[in-house]
């Protein structure tokens, strides 16, 4: 069997966790227009007969501004040792730019086998001539250009991946999904609701933590979570007027939450303010994993 690690890096909201779902079939990993939504190395793992792929999805390398962002960066780095293949993901209407700089110099100082990967191109033209560039210029094996919202070039990109992958075990049991546990998926389906429902500051400031999932007796799966936010302002938006946004993000997370388990599921969620959870919280920075992703 060939098997590997495969990890994938770059600036914010290049699509690096849409290419994952795609990789493996399905919606493993939460996805936004926002950057940043990616916060931990999270391992997604494919097997089919001949191969076991593990993708490790990292949060977008750019300049930290509290200790969780120093966090963030630093696990995408981590990331980047002792893997097979990495995979480097390239806005194609953005193209090259500073923050790719330093991701190059990481690149260079890890020593891997490394594609060069552009993607988003159905919004952009004239990407060719440039991708390749970079690639002779840096010396990255290939470069393959990907549309994941038009399945363009994945299947191709996919391909090159496992014959990139050498001859090794299976590391996972063949069902795995993620290494993350399910009070990890959950926290993270209802922060990608919280993400995708509200604007400006309060994306960055939202922590979630799945306090409690106990199986009850009529095969109802109860579940509690508590979205921790900077500001008392930030909480009166997220509960919202007459309770109506709260309601909604556990409406869509609670849906969500019942496919992936195929289980009917009682959704609890509270908010919380906690000060500057970012920069000095370290319960809240050790309970969403962030402890984790240095190791
Ligand atoms: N148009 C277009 N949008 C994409 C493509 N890939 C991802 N996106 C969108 O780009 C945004 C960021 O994607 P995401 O996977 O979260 O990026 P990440 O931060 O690198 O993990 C989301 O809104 C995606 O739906 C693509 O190939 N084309
Ligand atoms: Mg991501």
């Excluded at 076991?52 to 949060?59: G, S």
Aim: charged letters at 30%.
């Amino acid at each position: 069997m060939k098997s590997g690690f495969v990890t994938l890096v770059g600036r914010p909201n290049v699509g690096k966790s849409s290419l994952i779902n795609s990789f493996v079939g399905r919606k493993v990993l939460i996805v936004t227009e926002k950057p940043q939504t990616t916060r931990n190395r999270i391992r997604c793992v494919y097997t089919d007969s001949e191969h076991q792929i593990i993708f490790i999805d990292t949060p977008g390398i750019h300049k930290p501004m509290h200790r969780l962002g120093h966090f963030m960066v630093e696990a995408a780095i981590q990331a980047m040792k002792g893997v097979d293949l990495i995979l480097f993901v390239v806005d194609a209407t953005k193209g090259l730019g500073e923050p790719e700089e330093r991701i190059v110099e990481l690149l260079r100082a890890s020593k891997n086998r490394t594609f060069l990967v552009i993607n988003k191109i159905d919004l952009a033209e004239d990407y060719h001539r440039w991708a390749e560039l970079a690639k002779e210029k840096y010396e990255f094996e290939k470069v393959f250009f990907t549309s994941v919202v038009k399945n363009e070039g994945i299947a191709e990109l996919f391909e090159a991946v496992k014959s990139a992958m050498p001859d090794g075990p299976m590391y996972f049991p063949p069902d795995t999904v993620t290494d993350r546990p399910l009070s990890f998926q959950f926290a993270e389906i209802i922060r990608e609701k919280v993400l995708l429902l509200t604007r400006d500051e309060v994306p960055h400031c939202v922590a979630v933590i799945v306090d409690e999932i106990t199986e009850r007796e009529n095969g109802v799966m109860y579940v509690a979570a508590t979205i921790y936010v900077e500001r008392d302002s930030q909480k009166g938006i997220l509960i919202g007027k007459d309770g109506r946004m709260i309601k909604q993000i556990g409406t869509l997370a609670r849906l969500e939450m019942e496919q992936i388990t195929a289980k009917k599921i009682y959704l609890d969620l509270h908010v919380k303010v906690k000060k500057n959870w970012r920069d000095k919280d370290f319960i809240i920075l050790n309970e969403i994993g962030m402890k984790d992703d240095l190791r």
